[in-house]
């Protein structure tokens, strides 16, 4: 998998850069995930469609993440 050489790659050459995989639902597979999880200052984004019951279970999730955003907004603006 090209990530798996990508990853190691970037961190080399910026140690300090936040790094934000992102992907499309197809993307989302265990070994992609093995591959991001526990990496220093990397992230994963992938987009999944909207199925009630996944809604139903994230909205904690959600709530949360909309209230940090609006913190960091506020803070941002100040």
């Known amino acids: 998998?090209?990530?798996?050489?990508?990853?190691?790659?970037?961190?080399?050459?910026?140690?300090?850069t936040p790094i934000r995989v992102r992907g499309d639902r197809h993307c989302a597979t265990p070994e992609v995930l093995d591959v991001i999880a526990h990496r220093r200052l990397t992230d994963v984004v992938f987009g999944f469609a909207g199925h009630p019951v996944l809604l139903r279970h994230a909205e904690p999730l959600l709530h949360e993440a909309r209230h940090l955003h609006q913190q960091r907004t506020a803070l941002a603006q100040a």
Do not use: E, H, K, N
């Open 1 to 16: 998998m090209i990530l798996a050489r990508l990853l190691p790659y970037w961190r080399q050459r910026w140690p300090s």
